[in-house]
């Protein structure tokens, strides 16, 4: 009886050990990136005074460098999580570092139940989601249209939405580059959208008017250069 009952407390010792080894191994990346990417690319953060207190909620970026992703994490004062394509999670090396600081793989161009799954359980626990709303990385550094994923996710589940600008990532690692440029990166943060918890069917245009208001708001924290070409 006694070895049954000390088996759950094991269990819950075990669990709360990994939480802090996770945690610290993070803290250890991100403190490791911080100093990377401040003297490599002179980061500056701006408007870190609205980053909510506490979870749950999501950050949306625009996405135009393969260095958004880390750069948002050192952004944030939170631990988060990411999805990141399929492919990049099973590169030898850089796959299982990934996965190590909570990155998990999406499928692009189809409906991905288990990564939706996913950052719907992060949302739930009261954690931190950084998506990247165009679902791709622009060209020219300039905002793409929303693909519905973010909006989704955060209809769902009633998690606010930080926007998040990444500002001049696509003049040092521009997609089909192989060395970075030295140039100086902005992270520039905006007041959270706040977003109605939606439990049933979530139809076209709801996506599509909650996908544009998201953008919308990364958009007002961009330069003009950055901002979507006006037709």
Not at 104 to 133: Q, Y
Not at 135 to 153: F, K, N, Q, V, Y
Not at 190 to 204: M, S, Y
């Amino acid at each position: 009886m006694h070895k049954d009952l000390a088996m759950p407390h094991g269990g819950a010792v075990s669990r709360r050990l990994a939480g802090y080894v996770a945690g610290a191994w993070y803290l250890f990346v991100k403190t490791a990136l911080w100093a990377l990417c401040k003297v490599l690319f002179r980061l500056r953060l701006e408007g870190r005074e609205h980053e909510p207190a506490r979870g749950p909620f999501i950050v949306a970026a625009n996405h135009a460098s393969a260095i958004d992703p880390p750069i948002v994490g050192i952004a944030l004062r939170h631990q988060a999580a990411y999805m990141a394509k399929h492919e990049l999670l099973q590169a030898p090396v850089l796959g299982p570092l990934l996965r190590s600081i909570g990155v998990f793989p999406v499928r692009r161009g189809e409906p991905d139940r288990k990564a939706i799954r996913r950052s719907l359980e992060v949302l739930d626990a009261g954690r931190v989601l950084v998506m990247f709303p165009e679902g791709t990385r622009s060209h020219d550094g300039r905002l793409r249209a929303p693909e519905p994923g973010a909006a989704m996710i955060a209809l769902r589940t009633g998690a606010p939405v930080l926007p998040a600008a990444v500002i001049n990532s696509h003049r040092i690692l521009p997609k089909g580059a192989h060395w970075p440029k030295m140039q100086q990166v902005t992270v520039r943060m905006g007041p959270p959208l706040a977003v109605p918890k939606i439990e049933g069917r979530l139809d076209h245009e709801t996506l599509e008017e909650w996908g544009n208001r998201i953008i919308a708001e990364i958009e007002k924290l961009l330069p003009r250069d950055q901002q979507r070409v006006k037709q």
